[in-house]
């Protein structure tokens, strides 16, 4: 056995706790719990702040004692405790934040804290090897981010989005369609069946900068949906949905493309939620394919929020020695550069 990390993420609607064992700079995933709360917001079309908070303390302790169980091991073979300072919502990290302090403090077992996003750029490292120096796009609920990754701890961010992120857009689009929360899922399944041209959206490319603004293709779906009759909007949902995940798509791949053009870089990570979405796999695979570059995609599991990717952000701290104390204090809005 290596150097046994336990991860704890609890920044949104997820309550996640893992073991990974590193050795020799390989990671290898021991145990990995991801508790979702998806079905308890889903009556509210959308994550309720509040009730995010009071479930993570509902289940974190009995996670936290099966991912051990899991593992087989007892909490004082855990090396170090890796836990998400944030962004995220202030009240669910909260709750992640206190539960590592405490385990840390109790047991002696050194902390360290890394931003989530972090763990999302390190997310496929259990499953392949990744060499530096490599463009990140993450596009998750909360998140569309295209950043040069130099190093671990050494990032640049080009761009982010202006309003929604990606995923929301998935999210407030599913819902004003009265598909459910959350929205990805879905509208990849039903985007299958559809015309992915019968509706043409603006494309909304921002010219000149690497950044990201989705709300006007919500409203244009909006827009659409508004001037349709209710038996005309039932027939065209596949089309509708095939339509607006295709735009989002077309927009991700070409500004990654720029970016990796300008910043001459031939590595390209993709993750966070919508990196599960078989379309957009699909198609950066073509398009690493067209430009010859080497594109690593994590397993649809490790692209939604999990505590592996926090267990990996970790160990670099760890080799650092940037170990976090019991003053450690989650943060909502926390950037990468
Ligand atoms: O990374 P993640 O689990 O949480 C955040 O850090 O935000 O991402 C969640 C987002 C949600 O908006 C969800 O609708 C989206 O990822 N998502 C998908 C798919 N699976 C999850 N979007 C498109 N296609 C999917 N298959
Ligand atoms: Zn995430």
Redo the contacts with the bound molecule.
């Keep these: 056995m290596g150097l046994l990390i336990l991860g704890i993420d609890t920044?949104?609607d997820?309550t996640s706790v893992s073991v990974v064992d590193v050795e020799k700079e390989r990671f290898t995933v021991v145990s990995n719990i991801v508790s979702s709360q998806a079905e308890v917001h889903k009556k509210f079309g959308g994550i309720v702040p509040e009730i995010a908070s009071r479930k993570h303390i509902e289940v974190i302790l009995p996670l936290f004692m099966q991912a051990l169980d899991d593992a087989n091991i007892r909490i004082d073979d855990i090396d170090v405790i890796s836990v998400c300072k944030g962004p995220g919502l202030i009240g669910s990290l909260i709750v992640g934040c206190s539960f590592a302090k405490s385990i840390s403090y109790v047991k002696k077992i050194p902390l360290v804290s890394v931003n989530?996003l972090e763990g999302?750029l390190f997310s496929s490292f259990p499953v392949e090897k990744v060499e530096f120096p490599f463009l990140g796009l993450i596009v998750?609920?909360?998140?569309t981010t295209i950043v040069r990754v130099d190093a671990p701890l050494r990032y640049r961010e080009l761009g982010k989005t202006r309003d929604d992120a990606a995923?929301?857009a998935?999210?407030k689009v599913a819902k004003l369609l009265g598909l459910g929360y959350?929205?990805?899922?879905v509208?990849?399944e039903l985007s299958k069946k559809g015309d992915r041209e019968k509706f043409r959206f603006t494309r909304p490319y921002l010219p000149d900068t690497f950044d990201f603004s989705f709300s006007g293709l919500k409203t244009a779906v909006l827009n659409l949906v508004k001037s349709m009759d209710s038996d005309d909007l039932k027939e065209n949902i596949p089309d509708i949905v095939a339509s607006f995940q295709s735009t989002v798509i077309d927009v991700l791949l070409k500004k990654v493309q720029w970016a990796l053009k300008k910043e001459g870089l031939k590595r390209l990570m993709v993750s966070?939620?919508?990196a599960?979405?078989?379309e957009l796999r699909n198609r950066f695979k073509e398009l690493s394919e067209e430009m010859d570059i080497e594109l690593h995609i994590p397993p649809p599991r490790y692209?939604?929020?999990n505590a592996v990717m926090i267990s990996v952000a970790g160990y670099f701290y760890y080799r650092e020695k940037m170990f976090s104390g019991i003053d450690l204090n989650p943060v909502a809005y926390l950037s990468l550069s």
């Excluded at 998750?140 to 998140?143: I, L, P, Q, R």
């Design positions: 920044s949104c997820d989530h999302h998750s609920g909360g998140h995923g929301e998935f999210d959350p929205g990805g899922p509208i990849d966070g939620g919508v599960a979405n078989s692209c939604t929020d």
